[in-house]
């Protein structure tokens, strides 16, 4: 019998915003991987297939009905994924499910079952019709992006376990500093200069293949850096440093998460925040992830106030946005896609998609121009600006409209 498994987004990808107005909420990342590939790797020997919103399908295999018989593995995106959980739902019987309050997060059914699930307006699956025995679990569910860093340290020292470490150490030139060396891995082609300290005396860390890192650099772990990126000089990146690939990052570094082709280069503080594709942190950039009366940060979501229930947490900056040169940005704040962000005082706290912003002012960033300047970008890193990309910047514009009036 043919063996599927399809990782699906809910309606509450809403909460992740705007962090997945450009991708599924299982592209995310807490630790080396991201959501979706911590749910494949836990499932060998399946045929992996998505369900996403319409507008971002393009990117993604999905599953149609098919003429034989298949067990179908159902799993929630916002699933973050744990051994324990992963033996459940593979034990699971044809016809059940497991939940947590009133989330599907995953179920294992047959084809025909398949075959009556609906679709609603955006192309998500609706499994409201759907009958299943249901059990319920106890599992973390990715709610708000914080909980991507609340659980990103512990994730890096997770997956840590779970890369293929049988090629040697590649060799390391006289003067660089390696604590803990075993629970340090370096992939291939990286150039390190002498003077850089990798301490993983507190938890592992990672480095990609083809990562240059520059002089007087110390990288403390747990921590990771992926493949093709550059650590600039004199850079302090602390406990759950997290860079995806095609990054430059420099400065200080706490406990954030990059996506991927975003860059931090110069001196400033980023902490406990989530950064896009495609961002840029201009020169002495600081942003705060601690309030002076040390109470819980708020975040505005979906137009409402939430309450981290943390006391740290800094910004949530969306992709192909942008901040100027000395910008202070508050805790909590949270920047949508396409946004340019400058002044001398602190910018709002919730800055609407395709908005130019500083502390008095917010205005709309026009498409045509947003669309321009994100092709100069993307092509300085031979990455083409395609029609599928244009189509979805077009998408996210009129899906915010309404913010920014």
């Not at 033996?87 to 009556?116: C, M, Q, W, Y």
């Not at 590649?170 to 803990?180: M, R």
Request: charged fraction near 20%; proline fraction near 3%; include cysteine.
């Amino acid at each position: 019998m043919e063996k599927i498994l399809i990782v699906f987004e809910d309606v509450k990808y809403k909460n992740l915003l705007p962090l997945v107005y450009l991708r599924p909420v299982f592209d995310l990342r807490s630790g080396v991987f991201s959501l979706a590939d911590k749910i494949k790797l836990s499932f060998p020997g399946y045929s992996l297939f998505y369900n996403v919103r319409d507008y971002l399908m393009d990117s993604f295999d999905n599953y149609r009905d098919s003429d034989r018989e298949a067990e179908i593995i159902l799993i929630n995106g916002r699933l973050l994924i744990s051994k324990s959980v992963s033996e459940i739902i593979e034990a699971l019987n044809i016809g059940e499910g497991l939940s947590t309050g009133d989330t599907l997060v995953a179920a294992k059914i047959d084809s025909n079952t398949f075959e009556k699930i609906k679709e609603d307006q955006e192309g998500l699956y609706d499994f409201s019709s759907l009958e299943l025995i249901s059990n319920t679990i106890t599992c973390t569910l990715i709610e708000y992006p914080w909980d991507l860093i609340n659980n990103n340290i512990t994730e890096i020292g997770n997956d840590f376990s779970k890369l293929n470490r049988d090629t040697e150490c590649p060799t390391i030139p006289e003067g660089v500093y390696l604590i803990n060396k075993e629970k340090i891995f370096i992939g291939e082609n990286c150039r390190i200069s002498p003077t850089v300290v990798i301490d993983a005396t507190d938890g592992p860390v990672v480095i990609g293949s083809n990562v240059t890192i520059m002089p007087h650099v110390a990288i403390q772990g747990p921590a990771y850096i992926g493949a093709f990126s550059t650590v600039k000089m004199h850079s302090a990146f602390y406990h759950g440093t997290n860079v995806g690939i095609w990054c430059k990052v420099g400065g200080e570094i706490e406990n954030s998460i990059l996506q991927s082709y975003s860059n931090k280069q110069h001196d400033g503080f980023l902490g406990h925040s989530y950064l896009g594709s495609w961002v840029n942190i201009g020169a002495s950039s600081n942003g705060s992830d601690l309030k002076n009366n040390y109470t819980n940060v708020s975040v505005n979501i979906n137009n409402s106030p939430v309450d981290t229930k943390s006391t740290f947490f800094g910004a949530v900056i969306g992709d192909h946005s942008k901040t100027a040169i000395n910008t202070m940005l508050n805790t909590g704040t949270n920047i949508g896609v396409s946004c340019n962000v400058f002044g001398a005082d602190f910018p709002p706290k919730y800055i609407p998609s395709f908005s130019w912003a500083n502390s008095g002012m917010v205005v709309e960033y026009k498409l045509g121009k947003a669309i321009e300047v994100a092709k100069i970008v993307m092509s300085r890193r031979n990455v083409e600006f395609t029609k599928s990309d244009q189509i979805k910047f077009e998408k996210i514009f009129e899906l915010t409209k309404n913010e920014r009036n």
